[in-house]
């Protein structure tokens, strides 16, 4: 019996009305299908970042720690370099061809990418050419996290009730956190259960094999999402395209302005934090392992409140106090976080940075969806986010590291800072989505 396409369904209207038509059940299905690859994708996107502290030095010659994490951190950055291109190859499929379509895809390279890394041979192998084929592995992956966002953030917004739609789109970073939350999860049971000589030499790469098996069951579920997409706007001349995408400069301009600081705050207060714990606090391996995993599991329940929020004071709300919040503390706590010497109190400062950064988390697509209309809303808010994500999100470890070996590391904060502040005054320019959703326009 062959599987019925998208194209062979009804197609499903997408009008405001029918959308709204639609029960509790089919919401909450809609939404554990594509979350269910989303956690996958970023699973297998963090394990990397995790389990870098093991296999630096299976990659690249041996020599100083932190020159040997710069290298791994500088293949982390190139993997959002090629956000940017992901989002516009997945976007312009989401938008033109189906967001099922687009999600399947896009699952399907993240696991050739984790499997890829699984078994690649080490530098005492094969010289250079190790460090190289890490490279090319990080950029399919890189490739495949830049179509997810935008189009897992599209169809969560469109499914989701118009009353409670900042609830039902925080499940996306809950489980881009849960994804994060598993990968740590991971590394703890290894730390747990081999030694750190055994887990340098082969058990950095379990991760990544349990990364690939789990994007084959992501796949299977996502055979089954209905097309949140009306069959005429796919068919327009308009869809998923550039040129119609750059008639909407204000929305562009918008997500790029919050996706600099909401990216770059993100990734300082959950990847580049376990390093900063073990380099610049002097806490043990372990414990920061077990530390994070706390603060990750916290963060990310924590969404879904942050996300109903925004359903009662607005999204535009939601992004001021984000602004102005990390813009005030983000300093002083970084500060203290880098002078800790207990893990509790290590727990305690990293979760009030990121119960800020939550006003912002929570609503991540589900703000920049709304500027956009139907034919290029994939592309717009992937696109747009991706660039922004890529020169700051991605970069974040890079120039933290780089700051910390020129001697000046308490720059980093003060960068930080002045990109949350950038946000804050994109917050007061934006529009208020409780008069001016686009999604309510389909």
Known sequence: MVASTSEDRPPRPSSAAAI??????????AIVGSSS???VEWYDFYTYAFTSLYFASAFFPKGDPTSQLLNTAGIFAAGFL??????????????????????????????????????????????????????????VQGLSVGGEYGTSAT??????????????????YVTLIGGQ????????????SLSGDEIRAWGWRIPFVVGAAAAVVALYLRRSLIETSSAEVRKSKEAGTIGALFQHPRAFLTVLG?????????????????????????LDTKTVSLVMAAVLFVYMVAQPVFGALSDRIGRRNN???????????????????????SPYAAFGLI?????????????????????????????????SYAIANAAFGGSAEYVALWLKDAGVEGWFAWYVTGMCAIAFIVAILMPDNRRESLIEDN
Request: charged share 10%; glycine share 10%.
């Open 258 to 282: 919050f996706t600099a600081g909401g990216s770059l705050i993100f990734y300082t207060y959950t990847t580049y934090m376990q390093k900063y714990l073990v380099n610049t606090a002097h």
């Open 155 to 172: 169809y969560m917004s469109e499914v989701a009730a118009r009353r409670h739609r900042g609830f039902f789109g925080s499940f996306q």
């Open 181 to 192: 939350l598993l990968a740590t999860l991971v590394v703890v049971i290894l730390e747990f």
């Open 37 to 39: 690859g989303n956690l």
């Open 20 to 29: 709204a038509a639609m029960s509790t059940r089919d919401r909450i299905v």
């Open 319 to 341: 992004m001021l106090l984000f602004g102005a919040l990390t813009t005030l503390t983000t300093v002083p706590l970084l500060g203290a976080i880098g002078t800790v010497t």
């Open 351 to 383: 979760l009030c940075g990121l119960a800020a950064v939550s006003f912002y988390t929570s609503i991540s697509g589900l703000v920049k969806a709304e500027l956009f209309p139907m034919a290029v809303r994939a592309l717009g808010v992937g696109l």
């Open 82 to 139: 090629m956000r940017p291109i992901g989002s516009w190859l997945f976007g312009w499929i989401a938008d033109k061809h189906g967001r099922r379509t687009s999600m399947m895809l896009s699952v399907l390279m993240m696991c050739a990418g984790s499997l890829a890394i699984a078994v690649l041979p080490t530098y005492e192998s094969i010289g250079a050419a190790a460090g190289f084929l890490l490279l090319v592995a990080r950029l």
